[in-house]
Each structure stands twice: as C-alpha cells, then as structure tokens.
C-alpha cells in the first residue's frame, strides 16, 4: 500500500476548527475519492496550524519534513510590497526545509511569496479587489490539468495580483489562465515540485458569501476601509439584486443587525457556477503525480 502524506499548512488561523484547514482538507479528499485507477493509494492528512508572523523555531520543522507534500495557505496581506511581508521568512523556510517533498502546493498569498523567491516577481496592487467565479482556459500542458474541460471556473479573492505576462516573461508555466482575472495555476518546469493557485478552487459553496459578510462587518467596524463588492458572478440575479439594495441599506444606516440573515447558499445549485468538479479532478490529479513519483522513486530503491 502506497501512503501519500499530505500536510495542510493553515497559516490563516490557528483554531483546530478553521474553515481554511475544512475546505482544504475537503477539497484533497474529494480528489481522493476520484482515484480508482491506483488501487495501493490510501490518503493521509495532517494538518499544521501556524502563525505565519511567529519565530520560526516555533515551526515544527520534522512533522512538515516528514510530509510528501505541503499545501501552504495563504494569509492576510500587512504590506504593499511583497517583499516586505513578514511572512517571507516562513515560506522561505518552507523551500528550503522542506525542498525534498514530492510537490509543494502554495495558494494565494503563499504562491505570491513563493514566486518572489523563486523566481523575483512582484505583485501589484488592484484599484478593486478581484472576488467572484471566473473562467479560465487550460494554457499548457501537464499531469495537473488531465481531464479537465476547456472552460474552467474558479474562485478569486484576492486585493494583489502577479500578472500572466510576468509568469510569461519569467519562463513560469502557465497551465489555467484568463482574460478576466489573470492566471489561477501554474507550476515548475517540472510540473509538480511548486505548485502556485491564485485562485480558490478549494472554496465551498458558502465561502465568498460568508468573506463577503466578514467584509460588510469590518467596514461597519471601520468605515474608513474600501466598501466591499458582491462577489462577481457568484449570486444569482434576484439574490444579487437583493444584496445590492441591501449594501444601500448597510452603508447608509450603518446598523450590523442588517447582516443577521444575510444569505448564504446552502449547495452549489444556490450559485452561479459549480467549481467543485473542477476542483475534484485537479487535486485528484495533483495526488495521482505524487502517488506515482513515489512509487517510481520506491521502484529505483529496491
């Protein structure tokens, strides 16, 4: 039997019931549960919670080495320059401790660090944060979008972007890219040891109503903060047609109980677009490329 070791790197909240660390642990397991054509994988997953401002002695360096792969989160942006974020010193680590994992998988902030290191690339900031479902067309090759559909959709939610053309430009493969919302995954030449999402395939269903809601109560909070934006592409029409008169009402009266039944989808018929089958394949893809390093490697030691 073939064990692959996933480690989950919650770098968003410490708490064991964090909904970074349940919609990643649902997500691999859903890709999990699409392998049947490798009848010794079995799955196990640990999960590590750490503050990515913290010292880094306080990591635990062994449990993520003994890992054969790492998804890393990715976690609240403090500076405009990537690369003055705090964070830097973690991820840093990570690549370097940890750099004979099979693949590791950085999301979000986490993949804009880890280009930076990589590869020298900046992010920018957006005039308007990119959050919504966007579609994006495969652009390359590889095991990671096997199986895929020309058109797939994915969430962002994001207030930074570093640009396809300067992926492009960096010689970093881009395998799912648009013209709406910038590249969501790309990797290394090898297809599999970096392995960077810009975007949230992982989300659920109720996850950017539920971003959205945590955004309405820190501007009622601090109304000096941009005035959140519905999530594009993601409400059906009556319900975003709501939530817009709703936004009147939260910005005019500035009452938090007017975000006591605030609607959030209960399945994915209750939004626009269903990710979740996209999302199955490729982590489902993403384990299979592991599984078999693994057993090629275990091959080549015997």
Known sequence: MMVVRVGIVDLISLRADSMTRRVFT???????ALISDRSDFRLETTVFGIDPLGPLDDVDWPGLRAMDALIVSGSEPTTADIADEPSLGLIAGMLRE????TSLLFSCQ??????????????????????????HEISGA???????PAEVFVPHSRWNVMTSADLRDASVPILL??????????????GLQHVFLQ????YLCDTMAREYRRDLRRWLADQTRPFPEIPLAYFPFETHQYLMHHAMLVRSQGDPALLDDFPLPASYAEVTSDW???????????????????????????
């Open 26 to 32: 649902e997500a691999v397991a859903a890709g999990a």
């Open 98 to 101: 940890c750099s004979a994992a």
């Open 110 to 135: 986490s993949a804009h660090a880890a280009l930076h290191f990589l590869y020298g690339l900046r992010r920018q900031r957006l005039g308007v944060r990119c959050h919504g479902t966007f579609l």
């Open 142 to 148: 590889g095991e990671l979008v096997a199986g895929l």
């Open 177 to 190: 890219d648009s013209t709406e919302s910038e590249w969501h995954l790309a990797a290394s030449a090898d």
């Open 199 to 202: 975007g949230h395939p992982e």
């Open 276 to 302: 979740s089958g996209h999302t199955g394949i490729f982590f489902a893809n993403w384990l299979r490329a592991i599984h078999d390093r693994l057993e090629a490697k275990a091959l080549l030691a015997a």
